[in-house]
């Protein structure tokens, strides 16, 4: 019936009697088999089991398709064939799991699977140690695979499908490609829409991707009329063609959006630490983006004065001070004044009184334009600010 390909009725016969023996040797000949040979025994195993309504087992049958299929050393005119196939198997065993108590959805393998050219990461190992005299030794050398985990390989499968379909004159059929090669990759070939994507769904940190895109508006800034859309084309696509503006004033705007994006509280505005640190080594003269400024402003204006102190820009560091000053005087009127809220002494007396010294320091030996005036406003705004901390604290 394999070989005729009559699997409708292969899975519909009953074989009263003879059930489990018919599905012994089916799963027998699909680890075994040619994974793509002819019958695909694999396929078989898979109807067999959701004609019955055994989803676990029929999602296992297909995550071990997959893997035998991702461990296949083809030619690179036959990989996109191939792995379009491991990503069906792939979703079959994720739809197969889904449909499962989530305490069943995972898969047992020997320990030597753990090299899979898909892998992202170490399989998860069996918590709880199974007792060698009843199990034997090799009881420990398995690995389990769950549903997150077969998702996560799902996507690297599609993420590698998507790069050769892009760029076909990569071979990358051989090749061991993980999840920050893939980004890399995109990076590299200016298609940030493709490698930001690909980070979030592989959960890959984005700091290059930010420090390479920010490098690359600075010099779309300052190029002018020697780049073109050929040269960025993540700025060619037509919702960035939309926005208008020349290419630098495009590609700080697509900074912008991108980090609204990936980055917030969860991540301690990383990306946008990264954004202004690699403009500050790039050009300490370039004019940072108001936006950039502003958020700084509202979420970490701490962090902003370090920057500007740590790469010698002390008037900006100066008026960054008074700035942050002023503002926490105009937070703690309101507060004293309405009371909507408990007033806590600490929380809004505090700054960084130990940054405001050193700054002061440095800028008593520094004559340079605007410096000495900014400094003696820093310390008057100081210390009006520590008289008014003090009357706070009496009330």
Known sequence: MCDKGEIDRLTRWNFVGFQQEV??????????????GWPNYANVLYAWYTFRGDYRSAGQAMFRQARRLSEIVCKPSEYIDFATETARCYLAAINCFSLVDPKSAWVALPASHEASRTSLRKRRRPQARLPDEIFGTEADDIDV???ADIREEYMLVLSRLALAHRYPQHDIANLVIGPEDIVSRFVQEGAFDDALSNARSLGVPMITLFENLTARSIQLSQARASFSEDTAPWLGTTRVQSWGGTLGQRAWKYLEESLRRNDGPETDYEYHKTVLKTILEEDRSFRLPTWLVLFFEQNQPEHLI???????LLADALRQSINLIKDTQKKSRGTAKNRRMPFETVAATWLPYNLFDEILRVAASNKARDVPALATELKKNLDLWLVSARNLTRE
């Open 306 to 312: 370090q920057m500007y102190f740590k790469y010698d």
């Open 145 to 147: 695979v769950e549903l």
């Open 23 to 36: 599905e012994n040797v089916l799963a027998f000949k699909a680890r075994n088999a040619d994974p793509i």
